[in-house]
């Protein structure tokens, strides 16, 4: 079992992702918010334990990543996905792009509000 520990905060996004794994074919999804150690994918229809690698693919700040990532939870509005190393490239180049919103703060198990 895998338990989740954020060390960095979360900021609210906007943005495409392809999720990748075993064998099967890419699904699209969209990023909710990003910290430099992991991200929450909006997606439907797929159910992912967790402990399950996938890999992310996207394409933003002009150029395309492919993330190594671990699925750390899940539920009907999406899953909550751990980078397997810091992408700290990443977060800044995007936290830079969008004007840094403020991170996103929520008490301890409540879900984050993702409206504008």
């Known amino acids: 079992m895998i338990n989740e520990r954020r060390y960095a905060a979360r900021h609210r996004i906007d943005l495409p992702v392809y999720i990748r794994y ?5 699904l699209g999804a969209t990023a909710r ?9 909006s997606v439907q229809s797929l159910t992912l334990p967790a402990g399950t690698p996938i890999e992310l ?4 700040l002009g150029r395309d990543w492919l993330i190594p990532a671990v699925v750390i ?8 996905v751990m980078f397997r190393e810091p992408q700290s490239a990443l ?8 004007d840094m919103l403020p991170p ?5 198990g409540a879900e984050a509000d993702y409206r504008p």
């Open 22 to 26: 075993g064998r099967r074919p890419f």
């Open 33 to 41: 918010d990003l910290s430099v150690g992991g991200m929450f994918l």
């Open 57 to 60: 693919e996207l394409s933003c």
């Open 73 to 80: 939870h899940g539920d009907n509005s999406g899953v909550g």
């Open 91 to 98: 977060f800044r180049g995007l936290m830079q792009a969008t």
């Open 104 to 108: 996103i703060t929520t008490a301890p």
